[in-house]
């Protein structure tokens, strides 16, 4: 998640994610055309992100990881994407 950068993204007074608006070079590189400017990260292995804080509990959680699956809102429709983690 280094490699994404995210801000908390509302619908009204709602929250419903983290919102993608920007990825680092070395996050071009890994995620390609798949991840992109605009997106958002409703979930990350199967954990939801339902509140703000969420987010930390997620992050812990990846350390322990080889592969990270997101869960992602753009333009209306739900995406699954999932790529390894390398170290």
Known sequence: LTLVEVQ??????????????????????VFGNTLRRGDVILTVNSRSIARPEDYMTVWQDLKATRRVSVTILRSGQQLAMSWPVID
Do not use: I, M, R, W
């Open 8 to 29: 908390p993204a509302f619908q009204g007074q709602h929250f419903v994610g983290y919102q993608v608006t920007g990825l680092s070079h070395d996050g071009e590189d």
